[in-house]
């Protein structure tokens, strides 16, 4: 298998602001939406 691309990446933190901030200005990605699992109590 050769993958040519991502299609999504989900990453659950304590703290979604200083992660975004993370994630956003220093590794340049983009977030694209929030989803809630209540089955494990995340969000």
Not at 2 to 27: D, T
């Amino acid at each position: 298998m050769n993958p040519k691309r991502v299609e999504h990446i989900g990453i659950a933190v304590r703290n979604l602001e200083k992660s975004l901030n993370f994630y956003q200005n220093v590794l340049g990605l983009e977030f694209l939406k929030q989803e809630i699992v209540e089955s494990q109590g995340a969000k």
